[in-house]
């Protein structure tokens, strides 16, 4: 990941080389402007469907390397950090093998991930869910999140034909009335900017990760 300066910020605006389909810029795949951090513009409106699309091989190993095994389910690539390489990625709502995954945006990039990990070791997600309950205007917000998350779910799965989850399988990082879990809220905002308030707030409390250079090797 490169840094261009003090104050760079990860321009978002265009997914890079290698992201074809859903991972080229379009609905849910444009980058995070970090000017604001709540509340945000509403979201882009998920799509009706969302073609499936093959991951270049490049951004499969670059993924692989993130995370230390080989990825599973991968749809496209919904974000990347300033250096190129994936640092979320979209999962169909179901493995290969049909097991139930509702983590659709799942974050990947193993220095975004430990900045979360931080976060959350303090108490954030604590902190977070007192507010929601506390402030009406983010607890709809949070719910707001929560529905695009399911939306934009279930337009993965008509896409890949996959049978829908369950109703207990919920969204994602505990929407709509807690938090549980700040790596998917990030996840979500960074594919989706102005989506979710508290994954915004997560990226801007997280500092700037992609300042230290790239977390893996890029695939040659």
């Known amino acids: 990941m490169t840094s261009d300066g003090p104050a760079a910020r990860p321009d978002l605006r265009a997914p890079g080389p290698g992201s074809p389909g859903p991972g080229s810029p379009g609905p849910g795949r444009r980058g995070l402007g970090t000017r604001g951090i709540w509340?945000?513009?509403?979201a882009r409106p998920a799509p009706a469907d969302v073609a499936?699309?093959?991951?270049?091989?490049?951004?499969?190993?670059?993924?692989?390397?993130?995370?230390?095994?080989p990825p599973r389910g991968v749809r496209a690539v919904a974000h990347r950090c300033p250096c190129g390489l994936p640092?979320?990625?979209?999962?169909?709502?179901r493995l290969p093998d049909g097991t139930p995954f509702p983590t659709l945006y799942y974050l990947t990039c193993p220095r975004a991930a430990a900045a979360v990990s931080r976060l959350e070791a303090r108490g954030t997600m604590r902190e977070m869910t007192a507010r929601l309950a506390a402030d009406p205007d983010l607890r709809a917000?949070?719910?707001?999140?929560?529905?695009?998350?399911?939306?934009?779910?279930?337009a993965a799965g008509r896409a890949v034909g996959a049978e829908p989850l369950p109703p207990a399988a919920?969204?994602?990082?505990?929407?709509?009335?807690?938090?549980?879990c700040l790596h998917?809220?990030?996840?979500?905002?960074?594919?989706?900017?102005?989506?979710?308030?508290?994954?915004?707030?997560?990226?801007?409390?997280?500092?700037?990760?992609?300042?230290?250079?790239?977390?893996?090797?890029?695939?040659?």
């Open 39 to 42: 509340p945000a513009g509403p």
């Open 52 to 69: 499936p699309a093959d991951v270049a091989p490049a951004d499969l190993a670059a993924v692989r390397r993130q995370l230390g095994r």
């Open 87 to 93: 640092d979320v990625v979209e999962t169909a709502p």
């Open 141 to 154: 917000a949070h719910l707001n999140a929560h529905r695009d998350y399911l939306a934009r779910r279930d």
């Open 170 to 180: 919920g969204s994602a990082g505990g929407m709509p009335d807690r938090v549980k």
């Open 184 to 220: 998917a809220l990030t996840a979500h905002e960074l594919a989706v900017p102005g989506a979710n308030p508290l994954g915004r707030q997560a990226i801007a409390a997280a500092g700037p990760w992609w300042q230290a250079g790239s977390c893996v090797a890029a695939p040659r």
